[in-house]
């Protein structure tokens, strides 16, 4: 029974480079939420994906960042030309919508990023 | 805009004593849930409150949430250094999480 698969755990970029950050949620969630967490610091939402669908984007930056969610494979969080204010832990989660409506997560691992 | 506040922001006891944590809002959720973070680590789920007054035990862990359904509260009791970590509150609806309680237990 698989949790959440976060790849890579650790990803090192230059400034102006591409970041590709993987996210398979758990078997039979079609919810993928996506947050950053800087360190000393709580979890700040990103955006939150249904499958071929963007939810919600309220908290991703308008330039440089992106997010799908395929119908086929994993969810995608895409940061383009990063710059060092980008290092920092991204963390996704899924999710059912259980019969109460409450939405319950279940965190990755996350992907540590690092901008030299 | 809705928010969770957490009290206190850092704490640290010792082994065996009992403790409580807030999460507090202006705006009524219709469920909460807490986690606990490890370094390194995702947040794990701890548990769900969803109805006005619920609590909920899990182990030495008892989870509170306001009959307003506008705060929740963990109590510890007896804390062990296996319990130190980031405990974190979310709501739903814009799923909201507060900046999380940091918890350090000596031992």
Not at chain 1, 3 to 14: A, E, F, S, W, Y
Not at chain 2, 10 to 29: A, D, K, P
Not at chain 2, 40 to 61: A, D, S, Y
Request: hydrophobic fraction near 30%; include cysteine; proline fraction near 6%.
């Amino acid at each position: 029974n698989a949790g959440v698969m976060q790849n890579p755990r650790h990803l090192v970029r230059r400034r102006g480079q591409e970041a590709r950050l993987r996210c398979s949620p758990m078997k039979g969630h079609s919810h993928v939420y996506w947050y950053r967490q800087l360190p000393e610091e709580g979890l700040k939402f990103m955006v939150y994906l249904q499958k071929e669908n963007i939810i919600d984007e309220s908290g991703m930056p308008k330039e440089r960042f992106s997010a799908e969610f395929p119908k086929e494979g994993p969810s995608i969080l895409r940061i383009q030309q990063v710059v060092r204010g980008d290092s920092a832990a991204y963390f996704c989660a899924s999710s059912p919508l259980s019969f109460t409506g409450s939405y319950e997560q279940y965190f990755g691992p996350g992907t540590r990023l690092t901008v030299t | 805009t809705q928010l969770l506040e957490q009290s206190p922001q850092f704490l640290s006891i010792q082994e065996g004593e009992n403790l409580t944590v807030y999460c507090n809002s202006s705006s009524v959720f219709s469920s909460l849930q807490w986690y606990r973070q490890e370094p390194g680590e995702g947040p794990v789920l701890l548990v769900t409150v969803v109805t006005g007054g619920e609590v909920k035990k899990l182990k030495r862990l008892t989870f509170q949430f306001g009959d307003a359904r506008k705060d929740s509260s963990l109590h510890i009791t007896a804390a062990q250094p296996g319990d130190t970590g980031l405990y974190l509150c979310a709501g739903d609806d814009k799923i909201i999480f507060g900046k999380g309680t940091r918890l350090h237990i000596l031992p």
